[in-house]
């Protein structure tokens, strides 16, 4: 399930508008303080010279409209707008192109365009000498990163990758984000005076004005730069700046890593799943294959229950697989996941069902073979052998349960 939120919450300012002047040499020279003072926190020089372009409001935003459809092309946005509304992380009224494209772009004040190399500043002085220049002291660390360690390396374009693995996507643009959120917070500390911290932290305190979005989006935003910030300041409190790069050569191999930083201390491995395909449905397409990843289980279960039962529940979390069947207009997909026993998969089951009656409120529950839940708008079909775990989501009963129990390849 493709970390859409990761790709688009890139560095959230106060909006503006008016028409740009050409960039003054004074402007260029309070960048290269920013730099300067970047540079010394994070311990990283650039190896070349970063690019940065002050652009107009209209220039800006047709640049970063070019990047998020570059990242998110309609056909990879369509996928998903199914596999969300079929797990219930949107609803049917929800637009995740609208979500994506109109709610927030207007909100973004500076990105890193990695394709371009170039960091795109909307050219108002008071970006780099007012209270939220440490937003584009952000980005120009997203600039040293991608300099050292490759950021189109360590996430990929996977929209035409057949087997892909968007939650070590995820863990890896945590990873970046809570780096970068890091460094933030240090050059706030140790460049604001005594005013601005005062100022900045009534700022802070303030109800945002951004559009409300859909609450999985906003959990997505919030894992990337706050339990990343907490996976990065586990590395950097006690060694400093040099196991954080480490980390770039050792990446988290899932978000489950994120949530644990002393899993990722220990070595934690990721069960290995295999799933290509599934026998007795040569009538469907396989229109998608992904990790939903610990994160992904989380959101599902945060969506509709509370919030402290969906972490325990992820804590078992061991790896898993799913696909997406598509024949004409129905959708069908199934899940294998591992656990830490067969209690934490059963305790996974037990939760995915009840965040089912939450969702939907009235559900009819068969136990057989599995266990087949039914509900408006279809079914479910649930198995447990030892620690792993089978789910499957179809529009009928029947086809749940074929789907759960079909040999796979």
């Known amino acids: 399930m493709k970390a859409l939120a990761a790709v688009v919450f890139v560095c959230l300012l106060i909006p503006t508008s008016g028409h740009a002047a050409p960039p003054s040499d004074d402007l260029r020279a309070q960048l290269a303080r920013l730099e300067q003072a970047v540079e010394k926190i994070r311990g990283l020089k650039p190896l070349q010279a970063i690019q940065t372009a002050f652009v107009s409001d209209q220039q800006f935003d047709a640049?970063?409209?070019?990047l998020l459809h570059r990242d998110l092309p309609a056909s990879d946005i369509q996928i998903r707008q199914q596999e969300f509304a079929l797990l219930g992380l949107l609803s049917k009224s929800d637009d995740l192109h609208r979500v994506l494209f109109q709610k927030v772009s207007p909100e973004v004040g500076a990105f890193y365009d990695e394709y371009r190399k170039t960091l795109y500043v909307?050219?108002?002085?008071?970006?780099?000498?007012?209270?939220?220049?440490?937003?584009?002291?952000?980005?120009?660390?997203?600039?040293?990163?991608?300099?050292?360690?490759?950021l189109l390396k360590l996430s990929p374009d996977e929209s035409r990758l057949r087997y892909r693995n968007s939650d070590a996507s995820s863990a890896h643009q945590?990873?970046?984000?809570?780096?970068?959120?890091?460094?933030?917070?240090?050059?706030v500390f140790r460049t604001y005076s005594r005013t601005?911290?005062?100022?900045?932290?009534?700022?802070?305190?303030?109800?945002?004005?951004?559009?409300?979005?859909?609450?999985?989006?906003?959990?997505?935003?919030?894992?990337?730069?706050?339990?990343?910030?907490?996976?990065?300041?586990?590395l950097y409190d006690p060694n400093g700046m040099g196991a954080v790069d480490a980390a770039y050569s050792r990446l988290p191999s899932s978000t489950y890593?994120?949530?644990?930083?002393?899993?990722?201390?220990?070595?934690?491995?990721?069960a290995s799943i295999t799933l290509h395909g599934v026998q007795g449905f040569s009538d469907w397409k396989l229109a998608d294959d992904d990790v939903l990843g610990a994160l992904g289980y989380e959101l599902i279960l945060w969506?509709?229950?509370?919030?402290?039962?969906?972490?325990?529940?992820?804590d078992g979390y061991g790896g898993d697989r799913y696909i997406l069947l598509q024949n004409g207009g129905h959708d069908a997909m199934l899940f294998r996941s591992v656990w830490t026993s067969g209690k934490a998969a059963d305790t996974a089951r037990r939760a995915l069902i009840?965040?089912?009656?939450?969702?939907?409120?009235?559900?009819?529950?068969?136990?057989g073979a599995g266990t087949t839940v039914v509900e408006r708008d279809g079914a479910a079909f649930f198995s447990r052998a030892g620690k792993n775990l089978?789910?499957?989501?179809?529009?009928?009963?029947?086809?749940?349960?074929?789907?759960?129990?079909?040999?796979?390849?």
């Open 257 to 270: 890593e994120i949530m644990h930083p002393q899993a990722y201390a220990n070595h934690w491995r990721l």
């Open 174 to 187: 945590a990873l970046v984000a809570g780096d970068a959120v890091n460094t933030e917070d240090l050059f």
């Open 122 to 150: 909307r050219n108002h002085g008071d970006f780099l000498v007012g209270l939220r220049r440490d937003l584009v002291a952000r980005e120009y660390v997203h600039a040293l990163q991608d300099q050292h360690f490759n």
């Open 390 to 409: 089978t789910m499957t989501l179809a529009p009928t009963a029947g086809l749940a349960q074929q789907l759960g129990i079909a040999p796979t390849t």
């Open 303 to 314: 969506q509709y229950l509370d919030k402290k039962r969906a972490k325990n529940v992820v």
């Open 196 to 234: 601005e911290l005062q100022a900045f932290a009534r700022l802070q305190s303030q109800t945002s004005k951004t559009p409300a979005l859909p609450k999985a989006f906003e959990r997505e935003l919030d894992f990337q730069y706050t339990t990343g910030l907490n996976f990065t300041q586990k």
């Open 63 to 66: 640049a970063y409209d070019r």
């Open 354 to 367: 009840d965040a089912l009656r939450a969702r939907f409120h009235t559900i009819q529950i068969t136990v």
